[in-house]
């Protein structure tokens, strides 16, 4: 079967599983687990640019280029599904490879969430786990003799390399590369109050067949393993599409709920964000 693709993206801790698994439920939509699709085309591109002797003495561009086209289809041959959505969060960052390797006009979903409840969320599920000081989290802090305290948390997931801002970054590379009209934005808050017409949208934006979608009794059919993060619960998928209603204020104090507001650019105009200065570096010396 010779699949369409679209592409799934956005940021951590804002819905994205429990959206994935709702979207799973149309029938001629397969949405993927975390997927290396992207690192595969890269790294292979880069092996043939820079790193193959033979084909540095004997170039063989259309060669090349059947190659990294096939890598997908051939990564997702077994799919029966019509349509994959490939899901990584670096993609808005990649139209320009989507666009050589994979599809000529992307639609990119992405879910997202105000930065804050991103924190807490993340803030929570360590204050909940089992293994303080052992989560991907954690393990990062006390490798660098940094105490496990929320600020700490949150400066991790917040400094260049730390997932919240990694997503925030590639996200806004599609907004800076003029991509952004290839991207649809899902508002965490409008998917829990209004899930029918968010996946209406959703489904208009990729143009396949409208489907009633089940809010209550969801299943996620492409579970993660979450042994890599060391975080139980990350992936976790509720039955039911709700909201666990957690106060940011509560769990990360008023202080870092302000210094980490402001950081929606989705949201604002250049001169009402702070993220253009902020995602660069955090401002913590």
């Known amino acids: 079967m010779k699949h369409k693709f679209f592409f799934y993206s956005g940021l951590p801790r804002a819905g994205g599983t429990m959206l994935a698994s709702v979207l799973n439920q149309h029938p001629d939509l397969h949405v993927t687990p975390l997927s290396p699709t992207v690192e595969l085309l890269y790294y292979t591109e880069k092996y043939f640019d820079e790193g193959s002797e033979g084909y540095a003495a004997d170039p063989q561009p259309l060669g090349k280029q059947t190659v990294l086209e096939n890598i997908p289809r051939n990564y997702y041959a ?49 204050n909940r786990s089992n293994t303080p000081g052992e989560n991907f989290i954690d393990r990062w802090l006390v490798e660098n003799n940094l105490e496990l305290t929320t600020e700490n948390r949150c400066y991790y997931l917040m400094q260049p ?6 997503s925030l970054w590639s996200m806004y590379q599609g907004y800076a590369k003029g991509q952004s009209h290839r991207m649809h934005l899902v508002e965490y808050d409008d998917l829990v109050a209004e899930p029918d017409d968010t996946l209406r949208k959703i489904v208009e ?7 009633k979608f089940n809010f209550e009794k969801i299943v996620n059919v492409t579970p993660v393993n979450d042994v890599t993060y060391n975080l139980e619960g990350m992936h976790s998928v509720r039955s039911r599409l709700q909201s666990r209603e957690l106060d940011p204020v509560e769990i990360l104090g008023p202080e870092l709920v302000e210094y980490y507001s402001g950081l929606e650019y989705w949201r604002a105009s250049k001169s009402e964000h702070k993220y253009n200065v902020f995602g660069i570096n955090n401002g913590r010396n």
């Open 205 to 211: 934006f990729l143009g396949i067949e409208q489907h």
């Open 161 to 166: 390399t730390g997932i919240v801002n990694q």
């Open 78 to 126: 077994h799919i029966k599904k019509p349509y994959i959505m490939d899901n990584n969060r670096a993609w808005p960052n990649n139209v320009e490879r989507i666009q050589r390797f994979m599809e000529p006009d992307p639609k990119i979903v992405c879910i997202v969430r105000d930065i804050p409840s991103i924190l807490a969320s993340f803030v929570d599920l360590v």
